[in-house]
Structure formats: C-alpha cells, structure tokens
C-alpha cells in the first residue's frame, strides 16, 4: 500500500485510540504545573485540519502563557460522535458537522440555548460544500445532479443516521430537486428515492465512504464534502480522480462549541474558548484554506479563490428547508423521509 493511501487509512484507524486517550485526558482537572489537557470531539474528515491547528495553537500558547497543553482528537460520524458525548465522552469542545449534532447535547452538557451566538458566523468558523468526485476522465459523463440515477451509476455516499455529511448530501440533491421546473417536496422526495437505489452500501462515516470509493474501487462517483474530494486528489493522485462541481449544492457549515459541564469540571473553560476563537484568526483561517475548506476571514479566501468555484447554495435556513430542528425531524428522525425512501437491498 502506497504511503498517499496510507495516511488515509492511518487516521481512520487511529481514530478509536486518540478517542480513548481524549477520554481519560479530559478527565483530569488542570494541575497546577499548567500541565493542561483538551479533548476534540470532531466529525470524520476534519482529521488533517485539526492537526495542523493543533500544532500552531499549542506553540503560540507555549510562546503565550508558558503552559503545556496537549489536544487528543476523536473523530468519526458526526451523528455517532454526538450519542458519545451524551453518553459520557468527555469532551471539552465538539467540531461537528452540523448544528443539529450539537443542539442534541444542550440539555447535557449544560449549553445554553443561543450556544451558536457565543462565536461569530453562527460558531461556524470555515464553510464547506458538496461535490461530485470521479474517476479520471470521467467514464460515465457525470456532470450533474440527474446524472446519479441513470441506469447503470453506481453512487457512494454514506448514511445520513450516522453521517453529518450523508446529510449534507442529502440535503444538496433535495435542494436541487426542489430548484427544477414545477420542483416540489414531493418530486424533490421521489428524486432522492431513485438516488438512494443507486447506492450499494452506506457507510457509518464519510472518511468510510471515501475509502470506499478511493481504494476499494467501489461506484462511479462519490458524494463528498469539498475538502475531502481536494484530500483524495492530493493524496491518491489528480490522475485518478476528478471533482466535478454540480449546478447547485448547499452550503455546509460545521459548528464548534466547547460544552460548560465538562470544561467546568476538567478546569478548563479559558482555554477551550481561546482554542475556538483562535479558528477565526488570520493564522488559522489560512490553515483552514490550505485544508480546503472555505475560510470566513475575506484576506485567507482570497488567497485560494482559484480552490474554490462558485456555485449556487441553498442554505439550511432557507424557508424551503426551515433550519436543522425542521430538517431532523422531517428527514431524518425514525420513520422521517429518509427511513421511506430508503429500502437496503
């Protein structure tokens, strides 16, 4: 196996041992050598970006406060990480993919209810989207949306249960049902049925279906966040692989949040706030573009403008859509749209 393919598979799997580690970090108090520990609680393809925050923060909080501070990761399903911190992971603060996956930790972890309001941009420090992601030369002229239930395309996306980017995909391709002439839920839910029958297996994650679809050699094309189609082509080769941007997608925006009851008891609630506003900074805005995702600092975004086409966004505020509490329990809460449409072989 080539080193490229390598570094996917390493995280991956590295991912349940940094959880078990963050869990039992995270639950020391700080001491008072300012020895510090944080635990991130992330979603599954955020892998690379946190490392490369991880590295800066912990040197300029060394150079700032003389403190040591060590950061573990825990990465998986943004859905599955959430049920793990309800469940008692003790994380200091979640990066997850989607406002709904930390909404479901209010009542436990102590959130206040405005818990999006205590960072800007709705405490979502970068943006991302959904694109198309082939194979080289794209062999069956996949250019858009209607192109995934042809007879015949095979569609990798992982599941929506689990998978806060299975439910951003979900959401891009309702979105570009509903755009299309005489567009309505009904048509939008009956596009979506077809496209689910063009899908061979769910993954839990979306790290899990870009495996799926990278080295297994599963499907002709995958529904991928735009930072993780940009990670394949660096690491497994432009000539395999192509990205193909669709007519209209939506546009994704993970929230981060650190969670008052833990950071509370572990004593760490200045720090796990300076490591969250430290994301809206120049310096790791620029990370932040260098990993592909959509930096909101306007200097960072210029500066990858050629990374990043423009394409028509739906929101998820958008009255067609109504906001994640409408959208969770409309789409994907038991016996929502999703559980009707979607039938495993």
Request: proline letters at 7%.
């Amino acid at each position: 196996m080539g080193l490229a393919r390598r570094s996917l598979l390493k995280g991956s799997l590295a991912a349940g041992a940094a959880a078990l580690l963050g869990t039992a970090a995270a639950c020391s108090p700080e001491a008072p050598t300012k020895s510090v520990k944080l635990l991130n609680v992330s979603y599954d393809p955020t892998r690379e970006l946190y490392k490369a925050i991880n590295e800066k923060f912990i040197a300029d909080w060394k150079a700032k406060t003389g403190d040591t501070l060590e950061i573990d990761q825990s990465h998986g399903g943004s859905g599955s990480q959430s049920r793990k911190v309800a469940d008692g992971l003790k994380a200091d603060v979640v990066t997850l993919a989607l406002g709904a996956d930390i909404d479901a930790l209010a009542p436990s972890q102590g959130l206040p209810a405005d818990w999006q309001t205590r960072l800007p941009n709705n405490s979502a420090p970068y943006t991302s989207t959904i694109v198309l992601l082939v194979r080289k030369g794209n062999p069956k002229a996949i250019k858009d949306w209607p192109d995934l239930i042809k007879p015949g395309i095979s569609v990798i996306t992982p599941n929506p249960k689990t998978s806060g980017g299975a439910r951003w995909n979900y959401l891009a391709a309702w979105g570009w049902a509903l755009r299309q002439p005489g567009g309505t839920d009904a048509t939008a839910q009956a596009f979506l049925g077809k496209l689910y029958k063009q899908v061979p297996v769910l993954d839990s994650a979306a790290r899990a279906s870009t495996l799926t679809f990278a080295q297994r050699g599963l499907g002709d094309v995958l529904l991928s966040w735009e930072n993780e189609a940009h990670l394949v082509l660096a690491e497994f080769g432009a000539d395999r692989f192509e990205i193909i941007a669709p007519s209209y997608s939506i546009l994704a925006e993970p929230p981060v949040a650190w969670l008052d009851k833990n950071t509370q008891a572990n004593g760490t609630t200045e720090i796990a706030k300076a490591y969250l506003e430290f994301l809206y900074t120049p310096e790791a805005q620029d990370i932040i573009g260098a990993n592909f995702y959509r930096p909101r600092d306007p200097a960072a975004a210029a500066k990858y403008t050629a990374t990043f086409p423009k394409i028509p966004l739906i929101t998820i505020d958008d009255p067609a859509l109504g906001g994640w509490k409408k959208v969770q329990a409309t789409h994907f809460a038991d016996r929502g749209i999703f559980d009707k449409i979607y039938i495993p072989a």
